[in-house]
């Protein structure tokens, strides 16, 4: 089984474009790109990556495309499209081409329509990803979380992965809300969730393993082991975490696992969601 990194980024740092790594992150200020992250996907014994877009724009879908049909240890991207735009459905035919495009994301997390998922434009354009094969990542905030059941349960067909846990306040413990929201949005065997994104989400001088065990105990519970995949998030996790030490959270906490409930999180679950074949 191919262990995979389910979500890590490339970019080349323009402090305009990237307005959101603000001075507070200081350690990604500057480029990332493929040849940087390899080594530490070896060295971790992984062997490949999904490349989540990071610009809200179809010039960063060219850039991951290229780096991927560079770099074979890119297995997917998961690209950007304007799913508002009336357009919508002749930009994803387009991409069919495009083999290593497996499914798109919007930064809702970012929107002040904190219900932007539920815009009838919006609705419309997921409405059509099917059709295409393509899957939807959802990144958002917990608070966008009571909204979720309602938009996923109208696409009973349609893959989602929700990124990095729909960012519960991990520094400030904050559990009971996520907890009664993302187990609603759980019950929908078509939603998967990524494991990614907590180191950021913690106390980033002063974070411990610990921390994040009631929150990986919630999404066993919830979405069990067919459901869920390893992300690193990486370079972002650099801000609080390297990436050994975020690799280190997973492996400790699921040592007790099987071998196949291991390989599924650290890969299987991955191939299978973005459909990326093993050789």
Not at 18 to 30: H, L, N, R, V
Request: glycine share 6%; aromatic share 16%; hydrophobic share 40%.
């Amino acid at each position: 089984m191919l262990r995979i990194d389910s979500h890590q980024h490339f970019w080349k740092y323009d402090p305009v474009t990237y307005s959101w790594i603000d001075d507070s992150m200081q350690a990604i200020q500057k480029d990332f790109m493929p040849e940087d992250l390899w080594p530490v996907l070896e060295n971790n014994g992984f062997d490949g990556c999904i490349t989540v877009q990071s610009d809200q724009s179809e010039q960063e879908n060219e850039f991951q495309l290229a780096n991927a049909a560079k770099y074979s240890f890119i297995k997917a991207v998961v690209g950007w499209v304007d799913l508002q735009s009336a357009q919508v459905e002749d930009r994803l035919a387009y991409y069919l081409q495009f083999n290593k495009l497996k499914g798109f994301r919007h930064v809702l997390q970012g929107e002040p329509q904190r219900d932007f998922m539920l815009r009838p434009a919006f609705l419309n354009g997921i409405s059509l990803l099917k059709k295409y094969g393509y899957a939807y990542d959802i990144l958002i905030f917990s608070d966008q979380l009571g909204y979720t059941a309602d938009f996923v349960s109208c696409f009973p067909d349609q893959l989602f992965v929700i990124d990095h846990l729909a960012k519960p306040g991990i520094k400030n413990r904050e559990i009971t809300q996520w907890k009664k929201d993302i187990t609603a949005v759980a019950k929908f065997e078509n939603v998967f969730c990524k494991v990614s994104g907590m180191v950021t989400e913690a106390d980033w001088k002063k974070w411990n393993p610990t921390d994040f065990y009631p929150y990986l105990d919630v999404l066993i519970e919830t979405f069990g082991t067919d459901r869920l995949m390893f992300g690193s998030d990486w370079p972002v996790c650099n801000v609080a975490a390297a990436y050994e030490q975020v690799v280190n959270i997973a492996t400790t906490y699921f040592s007790a696992f099987s071998k196949t409930e291991k390989e599924k999180f650290f890969g299987g679950n991955a191939c299978k969601f973005y459909n990326i074949q093993i050789h």
